[in-house]
């Protein structure tokens, strides 16, 4: 963590610098509002607005500011430990999928 700044000031810091990517990647293309993915670490389906790509793995703007606050105040060293981290959070995503699905087929079937 940086000497001259508090915990909270950090967290703030990085929430705005998140916002931002939003308004950056929406002001560059609209449609992008539009388009979204599975996000890597959180395992939701997220807009692509303020993502960003860590090596081989995609994050969401939400899980974008985790790490990003997590390397600033010194959490995570790489991105691997929150993909880690965030593993049973992805887990539950996709039984929370399968069981959506389960549910929309049996209402198509009745």
Same mark, same amino acid.
């Given at each position: 963590?940086?000497?001259?700044?508090?915990? $909270?000031?950090?967290?703030?810091? &990085?929430?705005?610098?998140?916002?931002? &990517?939003?308004?950056?990647?929406?002001?560059?293309?609209?449609?992008?509002?539009?388009?979204?993915?599975? !996000?890597?670490?959180?395992?939701?389906?997220?807009?692509?607005?303020?993502?960003?790509?860590?090596?081989?793995?995609?994050?969401?703007?939400?899980?974008?500011?985790?790490?990003?606050?997590?390397?600033?105040?010194?959490?995570?060293?790489?991105?691997?430990?929150?993909?880690?981290?965030?593993?049973?959070?992805?887990?539950? $995503?996709? !039984?929370?999928?399968?069981?959506?699905?389960?549910?929309?087929?049996?209402?198509?079937?009745?």
């Amino acid at each position: 963590m940086t000497a001259d700044k508090s915990q $909270e000031e950090i967290i703030q810091e &990085m929430q705005l610098v998140a916002n931002q &990517m939003v308004q950056d990647d929406l002001d560059e293309n609209p449609d992008c509002a539009n388009e979204f993915f599975d !996000c890597d670490c959180c395992g939701k389906n997220k807009c692509l607005a303020g993502s960003i790509q860590y090596g081989q793995y995609r994050l969401c703007n939400d899980c974008v500011l985790i790490a990003e606050t997590g390397f600033a105040l010194g959490k995570f060293k790489d991105i691997q430990n929150l993909i880690d981290a965030m593993e049973d959070k992805r887990l539950e $995503e996709l !039984c929370n999928f399968i069981k959506e699905e389960e549910n929309r087929k049996k209402s198509l079937d009745n």
